[in-house]
């Protein structure tokens, strides 16, 4: 079994910055891909960076230039660093990785409970 441990939401006024912080753990072999997805009320679950296992990386428009994804394989975690934040940043923001576990040779979609961020104007 996997779980993924996200961290770092909050409440923070506009122009502000956050860390997200996804910790996968359990029954892990290999990690491929990890992301972000966020959801905010309303609105479908879209996508806002991802990272592959060897570092390419890719961003939704709007958030190009503000937030930067990054990862320790060392310590099997993903990062979400935004800056530059906007009232419409405000989602639940939710891990996702691509993992290969110990119990055979395929990979599975996993995702984090969510952690709320909030941006005030």
């Known amino acids: 079994q996997v779980q993924l441990v996200e961290s770092g939401g909050g409440l923070v006024q506009a122009g502000g910055s956050l860390r997200l912080s996804c910790a996968a753990s359990?029954?892990?072999?290999?990690?491929?891909?990890m992301g972000w997805y966020r959801q905010a009320p309303g609105k479908r679950r879209e996508l806002v960076a991802r990272?592959?296992?060897?570092?390419?990386?890719n961003y939704a428009d709007s958030v190009k230039g503000r937030f930067t994804v990054s990862r320790d394989n060392a310590k099997n975690t993903v990062y979400l660093q935004m800056n530059s934040l906007k009232p419409e940043d405000t989602a639940v923001y939710y891990c996702?990785?691509?993992?290969?576990?110990?119990?055979?040779?395929?990979?599975?979609?996993?995702w984090g409970q969510g952690t709320q961020v909030t941006v005030s104007s």
């Open positions: 359990g029954s892990v072999f290999r990690i491929n891909a």
């Open positions: 990272i592959t296992s060897i570092g390419l990386t």
């Open positions: 996702n990785a691509d993992i290969r576990t110990t119990m055979g040779p395929y990979n599975y979609d996993y």
